[in-house]
């Protein structure tokens, strides 16, 4: 599980330098609401091999620590309401959005639906 709230880095930089390499769960959640991204982080963690398998990279947003230009690409490219709770969206290795969450997804959702994409299918192929 990745943090970015100590990292010099936007998050666009980042999630750029994953594509085409990682896919990434982005999970972003408000201060008063941690216990989902808890709750999260909790079932992900337990899931560490099939997180591996699907090359898949965890990044948490905790609302507070997210700097304004960060929050303003949440808002403008993956549709953040700053009012929400929760939200997760599903970023695949081709940059895109494939699923977006308002609760935190049980890992075995997650993984069935990567597991269902083609850019995977040819991955386990080989």
């Given at each position: 599980m990745e943090s970015i709230a100590n990292?010099?880095?936007s998050l666009r930089a980042i999630l750029n330098e994953k594509k085409d390499h990682r896919r990434?769960?982005?999970v972003y959640g408000r201060d008063d609401a941690q216990h989902y991204i808890i709750e999260q982080?909790?079932?992900?963690n337990e899931q560490r091999d099939g997180l591996a398998e699907r090359d898949l990279d965890v990044i948490v947003l905790v609302a507070s620590l997210v700097m304004e230009p960060?929050?303003?690409f949440l808002m403008h490219e993956y549709?953040?309401?700053p009012s929400?709770?929760?939200a997760a969206w599903l970023i695949g290795k081709d940059g895109g959005v494939k699923q977006s969450y308002k609760k935190p997804v049980a890992?075995?959702?997650l993984f069935q639906l990567i597991d269902s994409m083609p850019m995977r299918q040819q991955e386990t192929k080989h």
């Open positions: 990292q010099s880095k990434v769960l982005l982080q909790e079932a992900l960060d929050r303003q549709k953040l309401n929400d709770d929760f890992p075995k959702d």
